[in-house]
């Protein structure tokens, strides 16, 4: 079965500062990847996806991510921290696009002005 | 816009009551699916239905919850004879198509608030 791992359930970063949440997966196939942000009492939205072709993935609001299947890894970044980018970011996993995510626990992003 | 759509947005239920949250998917979308965030947890998943099927029920709880998803109308995720471990955040999502190729990106709903008093 698909899992994920986030570490770190809070993480402050300063504005202007390098975003970077590290997320690990666990897939007996080929993952299909993505990160999710959720803002206070609202769903979540979709930041970027993985399935196939180039590693490296930029989504919306200026953040990327790379999968590194060596190191089962998708870690997102973002170069410059804004003060909306406070959030919850979750990582997750479906094993060859199955559509049933599994979900990290979830990194609760601070600004610091 | 006619993205995921949850209703109650927030319900709020005594111990022993029933509750009942309702879910239409993205116009076009004919596969939804029931997650449940708890305090401080990330999402599980619960059920996978396509119309008037259950698809995947592996993380449902195997009492007091049920889910269906008829020809017409909303999804429905009922939760009889609640009790205070049940609050939570429930999230409907949908999609499009499903299968190992399809890589279809599933949209989220704004999420249903239950609490149990």
């Known amino acids: 079965a698909q899992s994920v791992t986030q570490l770190g359930s809070h993480v402050s970063v300063s504005e202007g500062a390098l975003v970077l949440l590290r997320c690990n997966y666990s897939s007996s196939v080929p993952p299909y990847l993505f990160w999710y942000v959720q803002y206070p009492n609202q769903g979540l939205q979709l930041l970027l996806k993985?399935?196939?072709?180039?590693?490296l993935v930029k989504g919306i609001n200026g953040f990327e991510a790379e999968f590194k299947k060596s190191e089962t890894s998708f870690h997102l970044t973002k170069p410059s921290a804004h003060m909306s980018d406070a959030a919850e970011y979750f990582c997750a996993v479906s094993e060859g696009g199955n559509n049933r995510l599994a979900f990290g626990k979830g990194n609760q992003v601070v600004v610091i002005p | 816009n006619a993205g995921v759509m949850q209703n109650p947005r927030h319900l709020v239920r005594r111990r022993g009551q029933e509750a009942r949250l309702r879910c239409s998917p993205m116009k076009g979308h004919s596969h939804v699916y029931w997650y449940r965030q708890l305090p401080e947890e990330g999402l599980k998943f619960m059920v996978y239905l396509q119309k008037e099927n259950i698809i995947d029920e592996s993380g449902m709880p195997k009492e007091r919850f049920s889910a269906e998803f008829p020809k017409e109308g909303p999804s429905i995720l009922r939760i009889q004879q609640v009790v205070r471990g049940d609050s939570a955040a429930y999230f409907c999502?949908?999609?499009?198509?499903?299968?190992?190729?399809?890589?279809?990106?599933?949209?989220f709903g704004e999420g249903s608030w239950l609490t149990v008093v």
């Open positions: 993985y399935t196939t072709g180039a590693t």
């Open positions: 999502a949908s999609s499009r198509e499903s299968g190992q190729l399809s890589g279809n990106t599933i949209y």
